[in-house]
């Protein structure tokens, strides 16, 4: 029976790589990436020459099995994303979960994913908190908001820079304007930046100054003395 990795990749910053990371892709039979072009820069950059095929969202409940038969042959697998953790809001829980159950190991090793770093430097508590990912665009969106309205927990939000202001704004309808929120892009690289005030403040910034880069939105959770907006058109 062969083992499957979970491998984290730099978000931003290639030395955010683990010594670790390297030398399971060094060693591994496949490597199995989101997008070969972009993987391909990363395996370059640490000399990795291993072979490498196209893994994702949209041919992954087709390719999987195939990769799961190779797993019980005694191949080693070693799964990537674009950057960050596999199956944090990227491809890899299915693969995963069918390795599980045909009985292969799977192991993820440590390392980079977005939501964590902006977490921890928000300010806001991160003994207790869930993670959103990215909000439906469309068909549930206000439903998940609105059952998100009491929750108690700093709440995390992925988010790409075209819909944030839009995002920002939803959450001060649903929150309340007062809600505290951390706005934190470009997370380990050059230009990384954090946003931090209530979300009145936060929105008037980006309405001001155009966002750029992929942000996590760090929100701070309900508390008993705040009293969130009510909407007439809570129903979709």
């Known amino acids: 029976m062969g083992l499957l990795y979970v491998v984290p ?29 972009t993987s391909s820069v990363l395996l370059k950059h640490f000399d990795i020459k291993n072979r490498l095929v196209s893994h994702h969202k949209f041919n992954e409940h087709g390719t999987s099995a195939s990769i799961v038969e190779q797993l019980k042959a005694g191949a080693t697998v070693a799964l990537i994303s674009d950057a960050g953790t596999p199956g944090i809001s ?11 159950n045909a ?21 806001l508590p991160c003994d207790r908190f869930c993670f959103e990912g990215f909000l439906p665009q469309k068909k549930g969106r206000a439903t998940r908001l609105e059952r998100l309205r009491g929750e108690t927990r700093t709440m995390v939000f992925y988010e790409s820079p075209y819909r944030v202001v839009k995002t920002l704004q939803q959450f001060a309808e649903y929150f309340g304007e007062e809600r505290r929120v951390s706005a934190c892009r470009e997370i380990s690289k050059v230009h990384e930046e954090s ?5 009145a403040e936060v929105i008037a910034h980006f309405k001001e100054t155009e966002p750029r880069g992929e942000f996590v ?4 959770g309900s508390d008993e003395k705040q009293k969130p907006n009510r909407r007439a058109d809570d129903a979709e």
Do not use: H
Request: with cysteine.
């Open 9 to 37: 990749t730099p978000v931003g910053n290639l030395e955010d790589m683990t010594l670790r990371a390297v030398r399971v892709l060094k060693e591994a039979d496949l490597i199995l990436a989101e997008d070969t072009r």
């Open 90 to 100: 990227d491809p890899g829980f299915f693969l995963v979960r069918e390795a599980v």
């Open 195 to 199: 946003v931090r005030g209530t979300l």
């Open 103 to 123: 009985g292969v190991t799977v192991q993820c090793l440590p390392g980079a994913t977005a939501f964590v770093p902006a977490l921890v430097s928000s300010g």
């Open 217 to 220: 939105l760090v929100v701070e």
